[in-house]
């Protein structure tokens, strides 16, 4: 819509850490096999009103920070069990923390 204000330039970033968990504490014995325990880490940047022309002013609550926790458990070679909490900080000075627990449960077909 012609109205709708819209930034010239967005920018983003990101960083992701993780570790399966069962190979370094080498609890992952044969009998075991196909299981695995993922523990993550991740945070994002992103400003979808980095950069703005004419009229259309940059709004800081669109520049938006999000710290992610979690961790992936390979309950078999063909299910996964996921979970995530996640804390987004808009860049507004009042309510601007969104809080959010994720869960998920994946399978795999051959």
Partial sequence: VKRTPVGSAALGAFVEVGVEVL????????LHSGRALY?????????????TEGQVFNN????RN???GGLNYDINP???LKGQYSVRKLGIPKDNMERALSLGLAFYLH
């Fill in 23 to 30: 190979d370094v504490l080498h609890l992952n014995a044969p």
């Fill in 39 to 51: 523990l993550f880490g991740r945070y994002d940047y992103y400003d979808s009103m980095y950069q």
């Fill in 60 to 63: 800081p609550r669109w520049a």
């Fill in 66 to 68: 999000t710290w992610t």
């Fill in 78 to 80: 063909n299910l996964r």
